[in-house]
């Protein structure tokens, strides 16, 4: 277990050692006891923590509004329009202001860019800077995902099938960020990964290679097929979410959407999940696309964690914000 961690930055998984992030899921499930019990748990009283959403959100910025709210702080929306950051104003700036006021800042981005905007804010940061998604990675969902994998297979995650697989989701371009967070994270903790999209869908390069070395490392798998049947194949968990082909078309948002509706079908139902061994769950980091990505019979049915994964948000996220917010300011 790993102490002395105030002040750091969440802004990819990788920068966590597995001892840090197994550390988070140990915070996490004793926060969540608590959460059951109806104990209080007010460590981050009288602190803010700056959540600065370039778009829009459900899970992530209400995981850590109520969290912050539970933990005894509180929670500053902020948007790029409602502060002068929509005026073109630094991360520089920006940063060494909020660091002077509040304990935390999380930035969501998933613009193209949008890492390299919070890194940026990261560098000129006395306090923990959290990634809430960007166009590369989304590692405080991994956490949740992390933690809801462990609770339904009993801890025993090693030579665990787990398949992600891309869905038909053709109403716009959603950003690579989720399906590289688990193709990366999920082998270091032993789990066989297999990847599964059609051609023109790829992700980067430089991911790939990270989730290679990561199972090499950690005695996981990880392979790449272009076939959904062949990816539910004893699968343990399907996780399904749709992603633009950000690699072949960059930001041409009206190819990218041809690109995918050119590929209808990629979806979750019945017939796919009984492809699964026999307790498979389906999982998808929502907002799901029902119909399309998957069927209200799965989606709703009794193989489906969603919700439980929805509410490890929650957790997790207290997990780490329990973890790295102090009092940095003394010394600035
Ligand atoms: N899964 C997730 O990040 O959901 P929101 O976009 O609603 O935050």
């Not at 019990?37 to 602190?47: A, M, T």
């Not at 006395?126 to 991994?142: E, K, L």
């Not at 990270?210 to 343990?236: H, L, Q, T």
Request: net charge negative; charged share 25%; aromatic share 8%.
């Amino acid at each position: 277990m790993q102490t002395g961690m105030i002040g750091r930055h969440f802004l990819c998984e990788q920068d966590w050692t597995n001892e840090e992030i197994e550390t988070l899921m140990e915070v996490a499930k004793e926060l969540k006891m608590r959460y059951l019990l109806g104990e209080p748990v007010d460590i981050l009283r009288n602190k803010t923590v700056f959540m600065l959403f370039f778009e829009e959100s459900t899970r992530t910025r209400n995981a850590f509004e109520c969290g912050i709210t539970q933990l005894g702080g509180h929670a500053n929306y902020l948007t790029p329009k409602g502060t002068q950051v929509g005026h073109g104003e630094t991360p520089e700036d920006t940063i060494q202001v909020l660091s002077r006021m509040g304990e935390a800042v999380g930035v969501r981005n998933t613009l193209v860019g949008g890492h390299d905007w919070m890194a940026e804010l990261a560098k000129y940061s006395s306090i923990p800077v959290y990634n809430m998604q960007c166009d590369i990675w989304h590692p405080t969902q991994t956490m949740a995902d992390l933690l809801t994998i462990k609770e339904k297979f009993h801890d025993e995650l090693r030579g665990r099938k787990f398949t992600i697989s891309w869905t038909s989701a053709g109403n716009y371009m959603r950003p690579l960020s989720m399906a590289q967070s688990l193709v990366t994270v999920m082998p270091r903790f032993g789990m066989d990964v297999t990847l599964a999209h059609p051609k023109g869908f790829e992700l980067q390069p430089e991911v790939l290679e990270m989730a290679r070395a990561n199972a090499e490392r950690y005695g996981g798998s990880f392979n790449i097929v272009n076939d959904m049947d062949e990816a539910c194949e004893g699968a343990d968990i399907i996780y399904a979410k749709g992603w633009g082909p950000i690699m072949t078309v960059g930001d041409d948002e009206k190819r990218g959407v041809e690109m995918i509706n050119e590929n209808p079908g990629w979806c979750i139902d019945s017939r796919r999940m009984a492809l699964g061994s026999k307790d498979a769950i389906y999982m998808h980091c929502m907002p799901a696309d029902r119909g399309v990505e998957v069927t209200d019979e799965v989606a709703s049915g009794p193989q489906s964690v969603i919700w439980d994964e929805a509410e490890n948000r929650l957790h997790t996220i207290k997990a780490l914000m329990a973890m790295t917010m102090g009092n940095t300011h003394a010394r600035r």
